[in-house]
Nanobody, 114 residues
Framework: VQLQASGGGLVQAGGSLRLSCAASGIIFPLHVMGWYRQAPGKQRDLVAAIASGGSTNYADSVKGRFTISRDNAKNMVYLQMNSLKPEDTAVYYC?????????WGQGTQVTVSS
């Protein structure tokens, strides 16, 4: 199983980034896909998740600014991040979940400067 996250970088506050995660080795439509983030010294928290049918769940801190989407034909999940804030700075991880099994990607750094 491999989850390859990409799209992170350095952006000014108010800017946008789009993260992508390419999944392989899993039956993608059977998995709930999620984006998590971890800032230095803090725990890893859910940012957004999307089920196979498209239902979504967002952390309160990103509602209205971030949008998660998936393409089941391409085994891809995306996170469109708009109106970025310095507090969004973290390593962002992609996760695939099916029942009690979780697979994690390697993470991509997002840094938002003020």
């Amino acid at each position: 199983v491999q989850l390859q996250a990409s799209g992170g970088g350095l952006v000014q506050a108010g800017g946008s980034l789009r993260l992508s995660c390419a999944a392989s080795g899993i039956i993608f439509p059977l998995h709930v896909m999620g984006w998590y983030r971890q800032a230095p010294g803090k725990q890893r928290d859910l940012v957004a998740a999307i089920a196979s049918g498209g239902s979504t769940n967002y952390a309160d801190s990103v509602k209205g600014r971030f949008t998660i989407s998936r393409d089941n034909a391409k085994n891809m999940v995306y996170l469109q991040m708009n109106s970025l804030k310095p507090e969004d700075t973290a390593v962002y991880y992609c996760k695939a979940n099916k029942y009690t099994t979780n697979y994690w990607g390697q993470g991509t750094q997002v840094t938002v400067s003020s």
